[in-house]
């Protein structure tokens, strides 16, 4: 939210300098003095200056940001995964047993196309919207008085969706097709939460709705995945039970194949149909482009604040260069006369210069204000984003100073250049 706020504020500072611009020509319209008009001018450009500090700056941690999330990815390669949703109607499908028993029909078929390394079944899809959680309880552990219950992610997946999402058991084995005792598989978070000398397999657990007697035995533990957007720090439990144990209607067909994912999609749709030619599939696609969605809300902000902080920085360096471009115009005679009295050219231009130099640096100092305070109030929405990053705000300046000193140079560079006689019958 803040992040949508920072891009929205630009255009109004736009309309505010444009306000003012209007404002320092009526004062030059109307004679009210030079000295009043310029100081109009120049303040105009502290404020651009500084706008732009802090916009790139902001830009600038955003971008990080964003790189860090993209860099810590999902937890799994979503590349070369295809997708879909079904639904099974009570109407064909009225108990568990027969929608457990489709789904191991519809996996066989599936793992059978040309191209497919690996076929799973998932009754919740990271990043599709949907999030089943809700309290364990652990054989033998009771919580410390006044802490919560145990809290996790359920998810009920068939043997090969571990592997489809290249998701590695690093302790203990996968589910079999077939699982005669009710089992689990946790996560990191879970075994080393609660058994941290790494002795979660063989240790029994249920979700607290379930009747008391029916405990599952951990049989494997697997990382952690992000599951509902990139700016989680991956840190929430997460239990999977075999997918018939219990079974459900409604769930996610994940294939990883070798070959492009759209040319899966026709043979995919051909083999369920062959199962039942009347059952509808929902949101077919490439996984990546699920996951790339899960992007866009750090995605926009950042790309809005980069394009307003490039009118900003705009802004900025034509400010400079009008003020001071301005302010020549006005002081040729004094220039004409500095010259005829011994002053150099480079002694000019250094004047000249020095009178922009103070408008940056001022304007600078400001934006860093600004910035600090953006970096603060977007670290505080977004776990990646540094508050304070000095490489950043070190570039934000450097970036605009150096192209205002340009633009500070061309007026400076003319005025150095002035003919003494043409400026003194000028004046």
Excluded: C
């Amino acid at each position: 939210m803040l992040a949508a706020l920072v891009a929205g504020l630009p255009p109004v500072l736009v309309l505010l300098s444009e306000d003012l611009i209007r404002v320092v020509q009526e004062a030059g319209r109307h004679g009210t003095g030079g000295r009043r008009a310029h100081a109009l001018r120049s303040s105009l450009v502290v404020v651009q200056i500084a706008v732009g500090v802090a916009l790139l700056a902001g830009a600038g941690l955003l971008a990080k940001g964003f790189y860090r999330l993209q860099s810590e990815g999902p937890g799994f390669e979503a590349g070369g995964i295809w997708t879909t949703a079904v639904a099974l109607p009570r109407g064909r499908y009225p108990t568990p047993e027969s929608w457990a028993r489709f789904e191991g029909r519809a996996l066989e078929a599936l793992r059978a196309l040309p191209g497919v390394t690996a076929a799973g079944y998932t009754s919740i899809l990271p990043f599709t919207g949907n999030n089943n959680q809700g309290s364990y309880v652990i054989d033998g552990y009771t919580p410390p008085p006044g802490s919560p219950e145990p809290h996790a992610q359920e998810r009920s997946v068939s043997e090969g969706y571990l592997p489809a999402l290249g998701l590695p058991v690093i302790e203990g084995r996968n589910f079999a097709a077939s699982e005669p005792e009710r089992v689990a598989i946790v996560d990191t978070n879970v075994a080393h939460k609660y058994w941290p000398a790494g002795q979660a397999l063989g240790q029994r657990l249920r979700m607290n709705w379930e009747p008391a007697d029916r405990w599952y035995t951990v049989i494997g533990v697997v990382p952690p995945v992000k599951q509902d957007d990139f700016t989680e720090d991956g840190s929430k439990e997460t239990i999977y039970f075999h997918y018939t144990q219990p079974s459900l209607q409604f769930g996610w067909l994940v294939l990883r194949t070798t070959l492009p994912t759209d040319q899966l999609t026709g043979p995919a749709k051909a083999a369920i149909a062959a199962l039942d030619p009347d059952l509808a599939l929902y949101g077919t696609q490439a996984y990546d482009a699920i996951v790339d969605r899960a992007l866009v809300p750090q995605r926009t902000p950042m790309v809005l604040t980069l394009v307003f902080a490039a009118v900003a920085f705009t802004l900025a360096v034509i400010g400079v260069y009008g003020v001071l471009t301005w302010a020549v115009t006005q002081r040729l005679g004094e220039l004409g006369v500095r010259i005829a009295l011994g002053a150099r050219g480079g002694d000019i231009v250094r004047m000249v210069l020095a009178q922009g130099g103070k408008l940056i640096a001022l304007g600078s100092a400001i934006g860093l204000v600004g910035a600090a305070a953006i970096g603060r109030a977007l670290a505080s929405e977004v776990r990646t984003v540094s508050a304070l990053d000095p490489a950043v705000l070190a570039a934000a300046v450097l970036a605009l100073a150096i192209a205002a000193l340009f633009a500070s140079w061309l007026p400076a560079r003319r005025a150095g250049n002035t003919d003494p006689m043409i400026a003194l019958r000028a004046d």
